[in-house]
């Protein structure tokens, strides 16, 4: 069978680049931080001690360069899963794919991937400008359910609770649950809640939110705050972290998703202050990283 991956399956520009990243093989570190927002990267990379080089495609913005000898990547997904399928699948190519032979390398690379991202809170007991550590991502998007993987018998466990718990509307997605990377999360404990952060298909009625349009599941972020298993509580809400938890599962990487709070949804208060919160994780997450 040919194994060769043909050019329709996986584009290179006229540069030897990935299609949507616009980054080579060689301009990407191992260590990865991915930010929804592409101002955003620039305001990781400004704490770099050197940068070795610029990409950008669309909404893709990849800063590639060193915090002492630390070789790291800040990637901008943009919005929403659809874009984390179209990022990790480039990711994971540029590491193990070979770019010349369009053949899967024999000796696999595991990324480390990190999020910073924003994110609501579910919780009374989270305020604004806190930072949560999601233990699991939670789709209620439906991108994972294009994917064959396993799930652990405790993530099993969970989506069950959380079937028996959580009422979708008819029609609605098939929930989806991945467990971060274990070796990433022990990193991040202190100064961080930890928690379920489930992850929606939009930012108003997906997340209960109403301004014109009527939800279908008015319960929704009632029966998500109230969902209890085993001592997992629903933290937070936002739109991308079941994906990379799920496209690791897939691909063999090692993801980790943190997120400042910029609103809490239970009190109704939004932050006083996005860019200081935002800055202050940035911080806080390069100086662990940088460590690991
Ligand atoms: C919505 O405003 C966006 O903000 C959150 C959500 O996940 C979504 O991408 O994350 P980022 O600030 O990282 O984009
Ligand atoms: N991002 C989200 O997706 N939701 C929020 O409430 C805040 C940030």
């Not at 931080?33 to 990781?44: E, S």
């Not at 770099?48 to 800040?74: A, M, P």
């Not at 319960?219 to 997992?232: G, M, Q």
């Amino acid at each position: 069978m040919d194994k060769r991956i043909a050019e329709s399956e996986l584009i290179i520009n006229s540069r030897g680049a990935v299609y949507h990243l616009d980054v080579r093989p060689e301009e990407l570190a191992h260590t990865i931080i991915t930010v929804g927002d592409p101002d955003r990267v620039q305001g990781v990379s400004k704490h770099f001690d050197k940068i070795e080089g610029k990409y950008q495609h669309r909404e893709f913005v990849t800063h590639t360069g060193y915090i002492g000898n630390k070789r790291l990547s800040v990637v901008s997904t943009g919005i929403g899963t659809d874009n984390i399928d179209i990022v990790f699948n480039e990711l994971d190519a540029l590491v193990n794919i070979d770019f010349n032979t369009r053949l899967i390398k024999p000796e696999l690379t595991s990324l480390q991937i990190v999020r910073l991202g924003t994110s609501g809170a579910l919780q009374d007991s989270i305020p604004v400008d806190s930072f949560v550590v999601s233990s699991h991502g939670l789709g209620l998007d439906n991108l994972m359910t294009y994917y064959a993987y396993e799930n652990t018998t405790h993530e099993k466990q969970l989506l069950e609770a959380f079937r028996g718990q959580v009422a979708l509307q008819p029609g609605g997605p098939a929930p989806s649950l991945f467990t971060a990377s274990e070796k990433l999360h022990q990193h991040f404990r202190d100064g961080f809640h930890t928690g379920i952060t489930v992850t929606c298909p939009g930012f108003y009625a997906p997340q209960g939110r109403v301004l014109r349009g009527t939800l279908s599941n008015p319960n929704l972020i009632d029966n998500l705050t109230s969902f209890n298993y085993d001592h997992h509580r629903i933290t937070n809400f936002e739109m991308e972290t079941s994906a990379i938890y799920g496209m690791g599962r897939v691909l063999g990487h090692e993801c980790l998703s943190i997120s400042a709070i910029v609103a809490n949804r239970i009190r109704k208060e939004f932050t006083k202050d996005g860019g200081a919160v935002v800055a202050s994780l940035i911080e806080k997450g390069l100086e662990i990283i940088a460590g690991i």
